[in-house]
């Protein structure tokens, strides 16, 4: 793209409002998100999709995002679901 790092983070901030870090961080979220509530898989499998180096490292970083453990994300997105009749 010939865009130095500096120069396409400020045109994404200027563009959007949001750095691109705050993109990426939501759009990763997004996927953890759908991956809990609609997998069986493992909260580590999850981790290593994503990219993550351990299963610590991606519970801090969503526990930071979003308040709760992924462990927790994923019984109340089942319950609520449940309670939905999906």
Do not use: H
Request: glycine share 4%; net charge positive.
């Amino acid at each position: 793209m010939c865009l130095s790092p500096k120069y396409l983070s400020a045109s994404i901030k200027s563009a959007s409002g949001r750095t691109a870090t705050e993109w990426i961080e939501r759009l990763v979220l997004i996927d953890a998100k759908s991956m809990l509530a609609s997998t069986q898989d493992s909260i580590w499998a999850i981790s290593e999709e994503l990219g993550f180096s351990s299963e610590a490292l991606f519970s801090k970083y969503f526990k930071r995002l979003t308040g709760q453990s992924p462990l927790q994300y994923r019984k109340d997105a089942r319950k609520v679901s449940r309670e939905k009749g999906e």
